[in-house]
C-alpha cells in the first residue's frame, strides 16, 4: 500500500512539473526588470488629459525614469499599432474592432478626447531610444502569428538601432509566448494571467487552465505577471519553480509596500513610486 502511495505521489509531481515548469532565464536576460516599476500604458493620467498608450504618457515614462509596459495588435492593413482594447469603443468613442480599420482611419480618431491619435510600436521606440526598459503586451486575435512576426521584425531593427535596448513580451494567450520561446529564445518572455474567476465569457475549464498557469506546458514562460489578486496554488507552485514574478496593475488602493516585497517587478499606474526599488 505504502509503495502506491509513493507511486502516486511521484506521478502527481512529475505532472506538476511538467504542467507548471517556467522556462530559464539566459545571460542575465531578466537583469533590466528586475525591482523596475512599469508604468501600465505608459504614465498617463487617471482624468486623460494625458492618454494610455500615447506618446506623451511615454515620453513622460521615460523622463520620470520608469519602465513602461505597451500593448501592440495589428490594423486592417497590418500595421502594428499600440492600443489596449480590442474595440475602440471606450479610448476613441468609435464602434468597432482595431483590426477593422486601416492605419489611415484609425489616425483619424483621437484618444480620449484628446489630439493624441493610436501610436505605431516605431513611433514608441523613437521616444524610448532604448533609454528604459519596455514590457511589450501581444493582444491575441485571429492574426497571432502575422502579430508576432512583424512584432519581432520591428523589436530586432530596434535592437539594431538602439544597442542595449531592454525589452520583454507577454500575452495572456500562451500561444504566443510559446511562438516567441520557438522562435525568439533570447527574448525574455512572460505569461498574463489572472484569478480563473475573472476571465469573462470561457468555460469553467479554460478559465481553470488560463488561471492557474497551465500554458506553461507549451509557453514556458521566464516570467508571470500575475493580476493583484490571490493567486492559486499551482500558480504559487510555479513561481516557486522559478518564474521571475512581476504584478501587475498595482494602483493607489493596493499594499503598494507589500507589492514591491513580494514580486521582481511591478506594473503600476494613478501614482509615483520610486523608478527602482530594489
Given at each position: ?32 526588470f528586475l525591482g523596475v516599476n512599469h508604468a501600465h500604458r505608459g504614465l ?65 480618431m483621437h484618444l480620449c478626447g484628446t489630439q493624441e491619435t493610436l501610436p ?159
Amino acid at each position: 500500500m505504502l509503495e502506491w502511495i509513493v507511486w502516486i505521489i511521484g506521478v502527481i509531481v512529475t505532472l506538476l512539473w511538467v504542467l507548471l515548469r517556467p522556462g530559464r532565464c539566459k545571460a542575465g536576460q531578466q537583469l533590466p526588470f528586475l525591482g523596475v516599476n512599469h508604468a501600465h500604458r505608459g504614465l498617463h493620467s487617471e482624468d486623460k488629459t494625458v492618454p494610455e498608450n500615447s506618446l506623451p504618457a511615454f515620453r513622460a515614462a521615460v523622463e520620470a525614469g520608469y519602465g513602461m509596459e505597451l500593448d501592440i495588435q495589428l490594423s486592417k492593413d497590418g500595421q502594428v499599432m499600440v492600443f489596449h482594447d480590442d474595440t475602440l469603443d471606450r479610448v476613441c468613442g468609435v464602434h468597432g474592432r482595431v483590426d477593422a480599420f486601416t492605419f489611415d482611419e484609425l489616425r483619424q480618431m483621437h484618444l480620449c478626447g484628446t489630439q493624441e491619435t493610436l501610436p505605431l510600436l516605431t513611433e514608441v521606440f523613437e521616444v524610448v531610444q532604448g533609454r528604459q526598459p519596455m514590457i511589450i503586451e501581444l493582444k491575441t486575435g485571429p492574426r497571432n502569428n502575422e502579430l508576432c512576426e512583424k512584432g519581432l521584425a520591428l523589436m530586432r531593427d530596434y535592437q539594431r538601432r538602439y544597442p542595449g535596448a531592454a525589452f520583454c513580451v507577454e500575452s495572456f494567450d500562451p500561444r504566443i509566448v510559446a511562438w516567441f520561446r520557438r522562435n525568439a529564445p533570447d527574448i525574455f518572455r512572460g505569461q498574463l494571467a489572472d484569478e480563473p474567476k475573472s476571465y469573462e465569457n470561457l468555460s469553467p475549464f479554460k478559465r481553470f487552465c488560463l488561471g492557474c498557469t497551465l500554458g506553461n506546458v507549451i509557453a514556458r514562460p521566464q516570467f508571470i505577471a500575475y493580476g493583484p489578486g490571490r493567486k492559486p496554488v499551482l500558480e504559487r507552485l510555479a513561481e516557486a519553480m522559478g518564474a521571475v514574478r512581476v504584478c501587475w496593475t498595482v494602483r493607489p488602493q493596493n499594499d503598494i509596500v507589500a507589492k514591491e516585497l513580494e514580486n521582481d517587478a511591478v506594473i503600476f499606474e494613478f501614482y509615483r513610486p520610486k523608478p527602482r526599488y530594489k
